[in-house]
């Protein structure tokens, strides 16, 4: 019986975030990092409302080549600065194998995208760096496919997965992706592994962000991984789901007493 040992997955240290215990997790940031200026103003924002880990992407996996992929090594080093400055764990994504060891060093977890979730050579690298890793669900992926993905990781001696539900495709164009937060009782139902949800990606419909947020607290989700932009309609990536610093604090009070209702601590 998996369930009688949920595993608990700590980023960053003896002071950093526990994903899977008794806390319910916020991570929260842009969705690419752009530049230092970008990246004080929004994590002043999401530490100043409760979040208790940094995301940003520094390598970012786009549809179409032609779009900003992202400051790469720069945008690690700058989401380090906002570790060192906030003292919060960040996580961001990998996207080759070959950078799975840069992106460790610099980083306290590793995030695998939907796009790379059956990427079976950088899951290998990934649960062999001896960092956490952060498991998107593939946009098209049973939850049977996305458990093998993350026994991948585990494979390779990972204890650290966390399962992370961002949303399927679905004929329904009003959303960006179908959340799919049954996949969420299921995954806590049939694994030992914690699992967060992404209400930005998902739905790519800020709108939506706080009502998918305050469900997936409510469904057992262990967590919640959010985007946030000061400036979003100056971003370089998915700024059209991006929260303002505002909204997100909105968000984080109406989230508490459902977090709270579930016996858990935000
Ligand atoms: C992200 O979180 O930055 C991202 C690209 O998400 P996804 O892989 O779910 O599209």
Redesign the pocket.
Known sequence: DFRSADSRVAVGGPDGAVLGGDGFVVIAGP??VESQDQMTGVVDAVVAAGAAML?G?AF??RTSPYSFQGLGVAGLALLAEQRSRTGLPVVT?VVTPQDVERVAEESDML??????MQNFALLREAGASGRPVLL??G?AATIEEWLLAAEYLMHMGNGGVVL?E??IRSFDRSTRFTLDLSAVAEAKRRTHLPVVV?P???TGRPHLVGPMSLAAAACGADGL?I?VHTDARAAL??GAQALSGAQFADVMTRLRPVVEAVGRTL
């Not at 995030?111 to 790379?116: C, E, L």
């Open positions: 969705c690419a995301r992407g970012k996996p994504e995030q695998i995208g939907t796009r790379n998107k669900r946009m992370c961002r949303g992404d930005s990606h998902s991984l985007d990536c998915d």
